[in-house]
């Protein structure tokens, strides 16, 4: 064997290893709440494209196979995300923000199916002032800044798309 070929197997595992390794690129089985349902992430090289996880949604809680459905996701959309009670991936794409027109939450329901929110959207008439934390509680949607808002994440759902299950 030559030192190209050996070259490249040598390239080939460290960047399997390092993938291996990295945080993000573990399955992690998460459940909904209600244990309904469940997910789990693993890194899927795309020739061209940086980084995108394949996302498995699974009935019950604990990830049984076979999966239900699949979403590939590009690794900022499926790093800070939740299942809701009835199966709907709910990503967080930025946890902090004052802008209110920038898109801060996806939802997913099959593996062309989703949507995009911003805090505009999310609030209605009634905006957040000042800088807005968004997390998890349970099996809601949490925004923080001057006030709290806690919203169920199948409102969410029907908040953003009108498109039908």
């Known amino acids: ?35 309904a349902h469940s997910f789990d992430t693993r890194l899927t090289p795309v020739a061209g494209q940086v980084c995108r996880m394949t996302v498995d949604v699974f009935a019950g809680g604990s990830c049984g196979a076979p999966a239900k459905w699949q979403v590939m996701l590009p690794c900022d959309q499926a790093g800070n995300t939740a299942i809701s009670n009835n199966g709907r991936l709910m990503s967080i794409l930025l946890p902090r ?31 957040l002032r000042g800088e807005v934390r968004i997390d998890f509680d349970g099996d809601n949607l949490r925004l923080r800044a001057d006030r709290t808002v806690v919203m ?13 299950d």
Do not use: H, Y
């Open 97 to 127: 923000t004052k802008d209110q027109d920038l898109n801060v939450i996806r939802v997913t329901w099959g593996p062309a199916k989703f949507a995009l929110a911003n805090l505009r959207k999310l609030t209605g008439g009634s905006p």
């Open 152 to 164: 169920p994440f199948e409102t969410v759902r029907k908040t953003m798309s009108i498109v039908s």
């Open 1 to 35: 064997m030559g030192t190209a070929p050996r070259a490249t197997i040598t390239a080939l595992a460290a960047a399997a290893l390092v993938a291996a390794l990295a945080p993000g690129a573990r399955a992690a089985c998460r459940a909904s709440q209600n244990k």
